[in-house]
């Protein structure tokens, strides 16, 4: 049915919710890894959209860590977080960013080694500075401030 659609309408920006749609039936069925080739289509697909391809990158990292694929799904986050997104993109797509950046640097946080506790508390300092307003600012404050007097501050 989604394939039908996705053919019928040949533009991407229109057709969109289609390959969302698709993805997330594949992994409903637990076929994790046509979900991972969909989205991964899909990363060329949105190439010219910003705001759906970080919206795949961060579903594709998502579906990485649900799979305990833990270097790649960093990787991913690493790369939407690092993109070229301008000030404008930031703030309109700041939940997506803010997600991003609070499981990437969750993750960094799980690796041992002091040298991932000050990146980690540095960048939920940086999360909570950045996006105020997420959903996520709040428990990255707190995570900076538990990072900070229990790690940071013993090097």
Known sequence: LYS??????????????????????????????????????????????AGLLARTHLLLAKLFLKQNKHLLAMKELERLVKSNADSAELV?????????????????????????????????????TLFPESRFAESARKMAKYLKNNYVEYR
């Not at 803010?98 to 960048?123: H, V």
Request: no cysteine; net charge positive; hydrophobic share 35%.
């Open 4 to 49: 039908k659609f996705i053919e019928k309408i040949k533009n991407p920006n229109i057709s969109y919710p289609a390959y969302f749609e698709r993805a997330e039936a594949f992994e409903k069925l637990n076929r994790l890894s046509d979900t991972e080739i969909e989205y991964i289509k899909m990363l060329n697909i949105f190439k010219n959209n």
């Open 92 to 128: 309109e797509y700041a939940e997506i960013y803010a997600e991003a950046y609070y499981l990437l640097w969750s993750n960094y946080y799980r690796i041992s080694g002091i040298s991932n506790y000050e990146k980690s508390y540095n960048s939920f300092k940086k999360l909570a």
